[in-house]
């Protein structure tokens, strides 16, 4: 066969094999027998492998894996992930009704949808083939996982219609039951440690790095939404039509409700149907249906407005409290951790749970060897919800909350008005110089990446480091040959941390890099209490530099939008502290970002400041996200649809009818890349 031979027949069978993968896994309606689609695919891989030029990433014969990646490299999402507000409160979802209609009167309709219990999922297609799979990650930005999602049958590799030409497609990618039982059985036959529950088992799966291994895990996609700049929809119940038809799995169990009557009936039916489903769900999602509506409703700073996810009620189990211990956290907050008898729980053993404060353990009044109450807060966070009081017996003694720190001895405190203890001792308590180290060199802070949990507190115990600005002294013979045996809490496993060479110059490298980390995130990552990301950003926008920040009056930092006394009391007490002013000129001195590149006008909040913008269309000048960068720089808040709340429309070139459409029923200005020039020079 000749080499254009080959082409046509490698074209005819990807078609061929294209469609019985869609017809057997995403319609469960097989055209031919298993033995003859192994025939296609094998005539397949013949043909590519005499020719490789011809061969295609998303050729049907990378279903089976076989590529390697030795890391996943992190990707920024082009559509923040958002989550969705959860309630299990009836009352509370009753609440969410009544804020829609107060809004949009009587006007709009809900979609039901099932919450699957899985990893979320964002899918890049380019002229309708798959170029990119990304976890959600933080939700800004998360891990490229291409190779592997390739090998999950039920999500296409090229698609049956080629709707936009860039579109984003999201799902949840899980374990059905059956592959999970499987791969359990065979982790068992091996004398391997199972997975806890399938959810674990996927997320596990994709962060293998051999694709062939998770080609051989079975794991399935279910698809519920689509983005796009130029989506030809007008609601979201459409989105999903169309997703079927471009051959994605989309789940049979959704439902358009006229009344909050109708979603709890949704609800009620998939409670009782729940234990018998293929796989496992942990509640419903709930979504205004209208995609104008839905701008209507806009987003909060977390989550939109115009969506919400109901949860069923978490598994309980009972179970023997052994003891409590006290944890000590990087802001010396104090946790008090019930230590319990092993039971499992939503598929996962339990073995410790979170008792929050004294307050909370004073109202369990709980008791060495009591049978309590144990459930996981959303089906993660372990927690005791009571005592069986009637298997206690007269000579158990009661649990009383610490009087000192459990790692450095020293006498707690408590503020007045706050239910957590702290210890003061934040200069020489180990727990907390290891965990403002571990939030400096996070990946949404200094994003010191080649150093984790077991290499900081390696470098802690042999004295290396006490505080944040001794990363900046250390060099090649400071970490070469450093080595500690660290034991896992909870499954007492020991793994050893070695610094060879390698190891050392990736340290060094990262830290290196982290000299360039942007002013707002130097700022979130020096650690001053009761500043989160967001404050970060917008404090270092509107004072521009650090010693502005720093000599500010309580009054000044009351001034700037969203900050309370709590955020302005922990910056004051932060800069009171001699020891943190010779920790921030150290890190001057190391050369680390104390001020934004910004004219007079932008450090005093910024031309845009308090201005809700979103951006669609291709620009000319720069690319959209530039042009995001640009409006963030300048006080701008960028969203990512249209509302009554937002300010401006930044309109480029092949700008969709709809959004001009919606812009122009909610009087929103349309302005032009140079227009929001323009408005930051004047």
């Given at each position: 066969m000749d080499k254009k031979k080959a082409k046509e027949r490698i074209e005819q069978l990807t078609r061929e094999i294209h469609e019985h993968n869609y017809r057997y896994y995403v319609l469960a309606e097989p055209g031919i027998s298993d033995y003859e689609f192994d025939k296609l695919l094998e005539e397949l891989q013949k043909l590519e492998e005499a020719y490789p030029d011809l061969a295609d990433s998303n050729s049907p014969t990378q279903r089976v894996g076989g590529q390697v990646t030795k890391k996943f490299p992190t990707v920024r999402h082009k559509y923040p992930m958002l989550s969705l507000s959860n309630t299990y409160s009836r009352e509370e979802l009753m609440d969410f009704d009544k804020r829609v209609k107060k809004a949009l009167g009587n006007t709009y309709e809900y979609v039901c949808e099932l919450k699957y219990d899985g990893v979320a999922i964002s899918l890049t297609y380019e002229d309708g083939e798959l170029t990119r799979a990304v976890t959600r990650g933080d939700g800004v930005?998360?891990?490229?996982?291409?190779?592997?999602?390739?090998?999950?049958?039920?999500?296409?590799l090229i698609l049956r219609e080629d709707p936009v030409s860039d579109l984003e497609v999201r799902g949840?990618?899980?374990?059905?039951?059956?592959?999970?039982l499987h791969l359990n059985a065979e982790k068992k036959n091996k004398g391997e440690n199972a997975f806890a529950n399938p959810r674990n088992a996927a997320a596990g799966s994709l962060k293998v790095q051999d694709s062939k291994i998770v080609a051989a895990r079975n794991l399935d996609c279910y698809v519920y939404s689509a983005n796009a700049d130029n989506l030809p929809f007008e609601s979201h119940w459409e989105s999903l039509k169309a997703l079927k038809k471009w051959g994605f799995k989309v789940s049979e169990d959704v439902k358009k409700c006229k009344t909050i009557d109708d979603v709890f009936d949704f609800i009620n039916h998939y409670e009782e149907k729940r234990a018998s489903l293929p796989f496992d769900i942990d509640g419903v999602v709930i979504k205004v249906n209208s995609y104008a509506r839905q701008a209507e409703l806009g987003y909060t700073s977390k989550f939109p407005r115009w969506a919400i996810a109901y949860k069923y009620k978490a598994e309980q189990a009972i179970t023997t409290l052994n003891d409590v211990t006290f944890q000590v956290g990087r802001t010396g907050a104090v946790t008090p951790v019930a230590n319990l008898e092993p039971v499992s729980i939503a598929g996962s053993t339990v073995k410790r749970a979170s008792l929050y404060n004294e307050e909370r353990m004073a109202e369990l009044d709980l008791h060495k060897g009591d049978k309590v109450f144990v459930e996981k807060g959303g089906d993660i966070i372990p927690k005791v919800t009571g005592v069986d009081t009637s298997q206690r017996s007269t000579n158990m003694q009661p649990f009383s909350f610490a009087t000192h720190c459990p790692e450095c001895g020293t006498k707690l405190r408590k503020n007045h008005g706050e239910a957590v203890h702290y210890c003061p001792n934040a200069k020489g308590c180990p727990p907390q110089i290891q965990g403002k180290i571990e939030h400096f060199i996070s990946r949404r802070a200094m994003n010191i990446e080649s150093l984790g949990q077991g290499k900081t507190e390696l470098l802690i115990s042999k004295g290396k480091i006490r505080n944040i600005a001794d990363l900046y002294d250390l060099d090649y013979h400071d970490l070469i040959g450093l080595e500690k045996t660290i034991?896992?809490?909870?499954?007492?496993?020991?793994?050893?941390?070695s610094f060879r060479d390698k190891t050392v110059k990736n340290i060094l490298d990262a830290i290196e890099s982290s000299r360039n980390v942007p002013f707002e995130r130097v700022l979130y990552a020096i650690g001053i209490r009761h500043l989160g990301e967001t404050m970060a950003r917008k404090l270092a926008r509107h004072f521009g530099d650090i010693d502005n920040l720093k000599n500010a009056?309580?009054?000044?930092?009351?001034?700037?939008?969203?900050?309370?006394?709590?955020?302005?009391?922990?910056?004051?007490?932060?800069?009171?502290?001699?020891?943190?002013?010779?920790?921030?000129?150290?890190?001057?001195?190391?050369?680390?970002?104390?001020?934004?590149?910004?004219?007079?006008?932008?450090?005093?909040g910024g031309a845009l400041d308090g201005k809700a913008l979103v951006v669609s269309g291709v620009f000319s000048g720069f690319s959209r996200d530039e042009i995001k960068e640009f409006i963030a720089q300048h006080g701008g808040e960028v969203k990512s649809s249209l509302s009554s709340r937002t300010d401006?429309?930044?309109?480029?070139?092949?700008?969709?009818?709809?959004?001009?459409?919606k812009a122009d029923s909610l009087n929103i200005p349309i302005i032009s890349e140079s227009d929001l020039q323009k408005m930051v020079r004047e």
């Open positions: 930005q998360g891990d490229e996982i291409t190779n592997n999602v390739r090998t999950i049958h039920s999500i296409p949840e990618i899980i374990m059905p039951h059956k592959s999970f034991v896992n809490p909870d499954t007492l496993k020991e793994k050893k941390i009056s309580r009054d000044e930092l009351l001034a700037v939008k969203d900050v309370g006394d709590k955020v302005a009391d922990g910056i004051i007490t932060w800069f009171d502290d001699p020891e943190n002013l010779k920790i921030i000129e150290r890190l001057k001195e190391a050369g680390l970002q104390f001020s934004t590149e910004t004219d007079s006008k932008q450090e005093r401006f429309l930044v309109a480029g070139d092949n700008m969709g009818p709809e959004k001009r459409k």
